[in-house]
């Protein structure tokens, strides 16, 4: 890793430190019945700070045959993309919902499966690769199919304020999310279209809007949090 990468990791596990901090001294001020999204949106960026702070201090990678695999970025998201969509999740679903545990459930079993096998994706050099991508991205289309098919129409039978929120934090998260395959595939990883300097970049844009700026627009309405997650 060049001098220009390592500054972009601790530049990010920096930004991630500052929203943290941000997202935890607001939940101080937030009514009891939803500092959980405060916390969860917390625990996110934390997560991240940590883990760009482990690839920029030469632990989050390793060498395979002149080539950084940053495998930190893996064990980041892993964790942090359930957490994503719970807090998305909890919006949508009343605390009534019958099947509420079991369809953020199996939503968070697909994520899981899409970033564990994305990581075998990225660890194998040969074509082979690709097979893993290919699962990975059937993983992917198993979390919009839950986002688009199981989420939004129950979202939608809530009220004014729910729907404009949730379809908004909806929006926002598959926009973004799809772009990773794509820095993917143009990346060291993928066909290397891109080095990994600039590979390095986008994902750290990526992260911050997924986490930071989701986590922002997420806790900017917390009457409507209020609302969404209580029984119906
Ligand atoms: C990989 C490569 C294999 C195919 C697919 C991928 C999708 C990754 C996604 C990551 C989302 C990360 C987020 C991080 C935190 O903010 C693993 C890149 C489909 C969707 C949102």
Redesign the pocket.
């Known amino acids: 890793m060049n001098s220009a990468t390592v500054t972009v990791l601790w530049v990010t596990s920096l930004l991630m430190i500052l929203c943290t901090l941000v997202f935890t001294y607001r939940s101080f001020r937030a009514r009891t019945e939803i500092k959980h999204f405060y916390y969860l949106t917390a625990l996110?960026t934390l997560i991240?700070a940590t883990l760009y702070m482990t690839m920029a201090s030469g632990y989050g990678g390793i060498g395979q045959n002149g080539r950084v695999i940053l495998f930190g970025?893996?064990i980041?998201?892993v964790i942090?993309?359930p957490l994503?969509l719970m807090n998305l999740a909890l919006i949508a679903l009343p605390r009534n919902f019958p099947s509420r545990f079991a369809v953020i459930g199996t939503m968070i079993a697909a994520d899981v499966y899409?970033?564990v096998?994305?990581?075998g994706?990225?660890l194998i050099r040969s074509n082979f690769r690709w097979a893993?991508?290919a699962v990975?991205?059937a993983?992917?289309l198993a979390?919009l199919y839950f986002i688009v098919v199981k989420l939004t129409p129950e979202a939608n039978v809530r009220s004014e304020p729910v729907q404009r929120h949730y379809s908004t934090l909806s929006i926002m998260?598959i926009a973004?999310?799809?772009c990773?395959?794509i820095?993917?595939i143009l990346g060291t990883?993928g066909f290397g279209v891109i080095s990994l300097l600039p590979e390095v970049v986008l994902y750290a844009v990526?992260?911050i809007?997924?986490?930071g700026a989701?986590g922002f627009v997420l806790l900017s309405k917390p009457s409507v949090l209020l609302e969404a997650d209580q029984e119906t």
């Open positions: 996110i991240a970025r893996y980041d998201w942090t993309t994503l899409m970033i096998s994305g990581l994706a990225s893993f991508f990975s991205c993983g992917f979390v998260l973004l999310w799809v990773y395959p820095v993917w990883e990526l992260d809007l997924a986490k989701f």
